[in-house]
Each structure stands twice: as structure tokens, then as C-alpha cells.
């Protein structure tokens, strides 16, 4: 142990290593009323508002009083989207995101801890990083994004935040 950090070990029950925590996903209807909502709550924009067309869902991602950042992800149509489920049973807390140094070992990993893969590797425009989506044992939704940047933006569009998580731009 080091510092005041202690020690989180790997958790098999949970198929994650909590270490690794990008954000939490919450699933919104309407991004423009939500932004007006956190942000008047005081929750400052660190990513505005972006389609990812391969998702079919529009994102943000927020910083709310220095907790885990929050990424607002709202469907584009409401009945043809990944998170139209999720939004028929009121929206919510959707989904934690991991980055991953290498996606496909550590989703692997997951199936092997007896998760489903409900979205395979692809594109994810927001944040111009590979990503995936597996369903662990617990119930928990569990998005890897690959630290690494893709390179299709021209900036990251993390810009500057990805010194937060000490990203290779």
C-alpha cells in the first residue's frame, strides 16, 4: 500500500477492477433538458453534447461536485436505440465505464467471469475510442473504452481531462 490509496483488489464476483473508473452512464429522454437540469444542480460540462450515429444516442459527460464523472446518454428515436429499454423503465443509472488498455483481453476477461457481451467492439464517436458493452453475473452493465484515442477527431475530445485520467492522447 502507497500513499493514501488503499489497496482495491480485483473482484471476480464483480468482473471489474474498480480502479479503472471512466464514468457512470445515465440514460436521460431529452439531452438538452437534462444538461439545463445537472448544470443548474451545479454540475460543470466537461464533454458537451455529441450523436454517436453507430450507437444511435446523443452524450455528454459532466463532473458534479468532483464525483465520478456522469455521462448523460439520450436515444436519438426512442424505439430504435440501445437504451430505449433502459428509458422505457424510467432512465437511470445505466452503466459504469472501465478504460481498458487492451479491449478485447480485458472483455475476454469479463466472458469469462460468466458475462454476456451485449455490444461487441466498435467505434464510439463521443469519445473517439473503441468500445464495448458486457452484462456481468451481478446484473452490472460494464462499458470498456479503450484508452487510447482512435484518432478521427482531430482534438480529443477529451481535451484537457485526459491528464484526470492519465490518457496517452
Known amino acids: 500500500m502507497t500513499g493514501d490509496s488503499p489497496?482495491?483488489?480485483d473482484d471476480p464476483d464483480l468482473g471489474y477492477d474498480p480502479r479503472k473508473l471512466f464514468h457512470l452512464g445515465y440514460v436521460v429522454p431529452n439531452m438538452e433538458r437534462s444538461i439545463k437540469a445537472w448544470t443548474k444542480l451545479g454540475a460543470e460540462i466537461l464533454v458537451p453534447p455529441a450523436i454517436d450515429p453507430?450507437?444511435?444516442v446523443s452524450c455528454a459527460l459532466l463532473l458534479f461536485r468532483g464525483a465520478a464523472p456522469i455521462e448523460l446518454v439520450a436515444p436519438l428515436d426512442a424505439t430504435d436505440s440501445p437504451v430505449a429499454n433502459r428509458l422505457a423503465r424510467g432512465g437511470g443509472l445505466d452503466h459504469i465505464c472501465l478504460f481498458t488498455d487492451d479491449l478485447a483481453s480485458d472483455?475476454?476477461?469479463?466472458?469469462a467471469g460468466g458475462a454476456q457481451v451485449v455490444a461487441e467492439p466498435s467505434y464510439g464517436a463521443v469519445?473517439?475510442?473503441e468500445i464495448a458493452f458486457a452484462l456481468t453475473r451481478v446484473g452490472l452493465?460494464?462499458?470498456l473504452m479503450t484508452k487510447r484515442r482512435i484518432g478521427k477527431h482531430a482534438v480529443d475530445p477529451l481535451g484537457e481531462a485526459t491528464a484526470i485520467w492519465g490518457l496517452n492522447s
Not at 472483455?107 to 466472458?111: E, G, K, R, S
Request: aromatic share 6%; hydrophobic share 55%.
Open 7 to 9: 489497496m482495491i483488489p
Open 54 to 56: 453507430i450507437q444511435k
Open 141 to 143: 452493465v460494464v462499458e
Open 107 to 111: 472483455l475476454n476477461d469479463l466472458v
Open 127 to 129: 469519445f473517439d475510442r
